[in-house]
């Protein structure tokens, strides 16, 4: 059994080796005798490993065979060109299909607690009652005081439809409630959208997953029906994903037969075009929000948005990944994978934004300037507990809950401009928030955009 175990991996180092002379014109010639001795000098080193070296728990085939394998794409010196191990593997198909296996919270480390962030509606989690700051202090009976947060996370996870049990302290009185949960298939939705004043629509993008043209067209084809006149369009934070779902939803705002991508490899050059009937808004006013979190696929749309002139793009500058990657599982008896970048992509105007970054039209800063008083301050404030606790008194943190939160702490002598210290409030109200912010005041980026396209719909 080992012997085919081994016979298998020796076949799949060859299978990367040779695949890294495909193309889609074919296999590139290759020097057979060439690679045999380069195979042979793999072959020797493994078993000077194995029988020489004296620890035996680090010389297990498995793990020298990876680690040859990783060694091999770590060459390459691309961050982007990964062998993916059994679990990583798994965790991408997951996120590519916007769907894992959980419990369906969020949870972080805060004085020196686990504290329950928030639930996601129709989890496990928000099912049995678990609610924001309640604090983690077991897990199946387990104390997890001296755990790190990956070991937690990896406690939390598991096959669906297996139970685990926690322990929760709750409230001031430290109310301890156990609850067990069964583990579930968690679906998170790549589309969130609200409507604004003026029939204004606000759409964020978390990722482009497989199906994310397909969670955004029927919403749009809905949102024409009733007649809106613009669109905020968030693609902060939204890492990017699948190509062809990106491709799909540049479509939709583009009218005409018009070069969305420019790609390229060693051995050929790709365009991509929009198709001349999938367009829904090819000219309605159309904002999109960009950061250094936007990338790839993000990048792509935004690209395309730019040259085109379809668009204005504000906030911070993009992330800057020009490359397209393939994922390919294993075609052997192991289930994991290869990322590997295949080509380079240039905006529709052959514009290079790898490691640049695309700027946008507008550039919003939206941290507030900060001395070095201020900042002392602030940790000062942040180590008394008065804002964590205000706002859990204060949930809702209104417009008067905040002046007097204020004039309180510069009464208590901290030397802070009001502005920072209801950013610090706020801060800590959203922290314990799973749905998007639409909050004007807290959002700069998204209040000028809903101002630029307030100008623009009174100019029609």
């Keep these: 059994m080992f ?31 060439e690679l045999n001795m380069y195979l042979s000098l793999y072959k020797e080193a493994y078993d000077i490993i194995r029988k020489r070296y004296p620890d035996k728990k680090k010389t297990k085939r498995k793990s020298l065979f990876f680690g040859g394998i990783s060694g091999m794409f770590d060459s390459l010196g ?7 191990n059994e679990k990583y593997f798994s965790q991408i198909q997951g996120y590519m299909s916007g769907k894992y296996g959980g419990l369906g919270f969020s949870i972080s480390k805060r004085n020196k607690h686990f504290v329950i962030l928030f639930t996601l509606p129709n989890s496990p989690a928000r099912k049995e009652g678990i609610k924001p700051r309640d604090r983690l202090i077991k897990v199946n009976g387990r104390s997890v005081k001296k755990w790190s947060i990956k070991k937690l996370l990896k406690k939390l996870k598991g096959k669906i439809k297996t139970t685990i049990k926690l322990t929760f302290l709750r409230g001031k009185k430290n109310k301890k409630i156990e609850i067990t ?20 629509v606000y759409i964020k993008l978390k990722h482009f997953s497989n199906s994310a043209h397909e969670e955004l067209g029927p919403i749009l084809l809905s949102l024409q029906k009733q007649g809106i006149n613009g669109i905020i369009f968030d693609l902060r934070g939204n890492p990017g994903g699948n190509l062809f779902s990106c491709v799909y939803i540049v479509n939709f705002f583009i009218h005409g037969r018009k070069r969305i991508v420019h790609i390229r490899n060693n051995d050929e050059i790709n365009n991509i075009y929009t198709h001349e009937k999938a367009s829904i808004f090819p000219e309605l006013p159309l904002v999109v929000l960009s950061d250094g979190g936007s990338a790839s696929a993000s990048e792509i749309f935004i690209g395309a948005m730019q040259d085109h002139n379809r668009a204005v793009v504000i906030g911070q500058k993009s992330y800057g990944k020009g490359s397209v990657q393939v994922f390919q599982g294993s075609k052997l008896n192991f289930k994991v994978g290869y990322k590997v970048t295949s080509s380079k992509w240039y905006t529709p105007n052959e514009r290079s934004i790898n490691g640049i970054g695309l700027m946008p039209d507008i550039i919003i800063n939206p941290k507030i300037k900060i001395n070095d008083d201020e900042q002392y301050f602030m940790y000062k404030l942040s180590k008394s507990h008065l804002i964590e606790r205000y706002v859990e008194k204060h949930p809702r943190l209104t417009k008067s809950d905040i002046a007097r939160f204020v004039k309180k702490i510069i009464k208590k002598g901290y030397k802070l401009r009001p502005v920072i210290i209801k950013r610090m409030l706020k801060d800590e109200k959203y922290l314990f928030t799973y749905k998007t912010i639409l909050d004007m005041d807290y959002d700069h980026t998204l209040r000028t955009a809903k101002n630029i396209l307030k100008k623009q719909i009174m100019r029609k």
């Design 78 to 84: 691309d961050p982007h060109s990964v062998f993916m």
């Design 181 to 200: 949960l069964k583990r579930a298939l968690i679906e998170t939705p790549d589309v969130e959208y609200h409507m604004l004043k003026n029939k204004i």
């Design 3 to 33: 012997y085919i175990k081994e016979r298998l991996l020796w076949i799949s180092l060859i299978i990367i080796l040779l695949g890294g002379y495909c193309t889609s014109s074919g296999i590139r010639t290759e020097n057979t005798k």
